[in-house]
């Protein structure tokens, strides 16, 4: 079992930086690839983001790409999202969750969730 905290989001104007952290419970952290999320409203989850167990291996959707960078402190039970060059379309509650199975895509694959933080970034 694995509880997640996000923390970290709030307002910024276009073109700044936000550092959103997931705190995660449990002996287990180390073993389970991360991912990032957001939902705007009326659209569907949407993948960010992905962090290996090891945090050898990232991958990002193609929208955040050279803007948003994970890190991972399995001694810390923390992963991190960096964004930078935020856009009013990174407008989103943004979601940390933890996959079994290794990095992927779908939301359908991870196993655990957090409650979600907002993130606004005004034009």
């Known amino acids: 079992q694995v509880q997640l905290v996000e923390s970290g989001g709030g307002l910024v104007q276009a073109g700044g930086s936000l550092r959103l952290s997931c705190a995660a419970s449990?002996?287990?952290?180390?073993?389970?690839?991360m991912g990032w999320f957001r939902q705007a409203p009326g659209k569907e989850r949407e993948f960010v983001g992905a962090?290996?167990?090891?945090?050898?291996?990232?991958i990002y959707a193609d929208s955040v790409k050279g803007r948003f960078t994970i890190s991972r402190d399995n001694a810390k039970n923390t992963v991190s999202l960096q964004m930078n060059s935020l856009k009013p379309e990174d407008t989103a509650v943004y979601y940390c969750a933890a996959s079994r199975i290794g990095i992927q895509l779908s939301p359908f694959s991870y196993q655990y969730w957090g409650q979600g933080t907002q993130v606004t970034v005004s034009s």
């Open positions: 449990g002996r287990t952290f180390s073993s389970y690839a």
């Open positions: 962090i290996s167990w090891s945090g050898g291996e990232t």
